[in-house]
């Protein structure tokens, strides 16, 4: 047998824990974070892990990566990864023996995460958890599933990138490892902007303006031009809690402002009106 694993070129150096993903470079490192990926197409990745922000974090040495074919793993002619559904029904399930070997070839260790629609939503946590560890090692399927035998006894977690279905667990195994990459040290040149980012602690962030101020009528809010980094950080805050609230379709937050105080103020100072009568009641004093 051929040998499985497909490593991308790798650094030699760190894997950074989830709070050191803004460090400076001088901060001591540690072993590179082993991502391992196991797939049916492995040229699927080689494109993109090999550009922009997953390919700085490897170059730093935060990151190695290792595609690993499916294919390799399987013992007939045709190389076959897939079989019929027991029970009949339409179209293939993929065989739990391939994925079994082939993360025993490679010796992982948890997190062994299976992309699946059953699986549980990611959020940035995960991308988190995930960038702290050593290794991470992701299983991908494709045609109608994979047998149930592999989240049951292989996989230590399922992960979905939300309730639509894709065309094999590739797309969504390069979604995470972007996420993941992008906290290592090396990956990013500005670290801080990491901590600005959506689900950072936060619902989604604020709207992000540049050059020029106006533009085709459309001006940048006065408040971004103001110089008053406390009233833009506010600004930044509020405008970001007003686009969590639109997506999630609940109340948007009123602004802080002076006028929004006294409003406020007002209402609370408001006497609380008399009860209604019930019916057949009456207010009216006793004789």
């Known amino acids: 047998m051929t040998e499985p694993a497909h490593d991308a070129p790798a650094g030699d150096v760190p894997a950074a824990d989830a709070r ?7 901060e001591e ?7 391992n990926v196991v797939t049916i197409f492995p040229p699927f990745f080689e494109g993109p892990l090999g550009l ?10 935060s990151v190695e990566y290792r595609l690993v074919d499916l294919r390799d793993f399987t013992h007939d002619r045709h190389r076959s990864v897939d079989d019929y559904p027991y ?9 739990p023996g391939p994925f079994f070997e082939a993360v025993a070839h490679l010796g992982a260790r948890a997190p062994i995460v299976l992309l699946s629609p059953r699986g549980k939503r990611f959020a940035q946590e995960d991308a ?21 035998r592999v989240a049951d006894h292989l996989a230590t977690e399922e992960l979905s990138l939300g309730d639509f279905v894709l065309s094999g667990g590739e797309p969504a195994a390069l979604a995470v490892i ?3 990459v992008r906290l290592l040290p090396g990956a990013m040149s500005d670290h801080d902007s990491a901590y ?22 459309h001006r940048v809010p006065e408040v971004l031009l103001s110089g008053d980094h406390a009233k833009i950080a506010a600004w930044r805050e509020w405008a970001g809690r007003r686009l969590t609230a639109r997506r999630d379709g609940v109340p948007e937050p009123v602004p802080d402002t002076p006028r929004s105080r006294r409003a406020r ?5 408001r006497p609380s009106p008399p009860d209604r009568p019930a019916a057949g009641e009456s207010h009216s004093e006793p004789a």
């Open 20 to 26: 050191a993903a803004a460090a400076p470079a001088t």
């Open 29 to 35: 490192r540690r072993a590179p974070l082993r991502v």
């Open 52 to 61: 922009s922000i997953p390919a700085r974090a490897q170059a730093a040495g």
């Open 87 to 95: 029970g009949g029904g339409p179209g293939m399930v993929m065989r």
């Open 128 to 148: 988190l958890r995930y960038a702290a560890g050593d290794e991470l090692t992701l299983l991908c399927g494709h045609y109608k599933d994979v047998d149930q």
């Open 178 to 180: 972007d996420a993941v």
């Open 196 to 217: 600005g980012d959506s689900f950072y602690g936060r619902g989604l962030s604020g709207p992000s303006y540049t050059r020029p101020p106006e533009y085709a009528g």
């Open 265 to 269: 103020g007002r209402v609370a100072e």
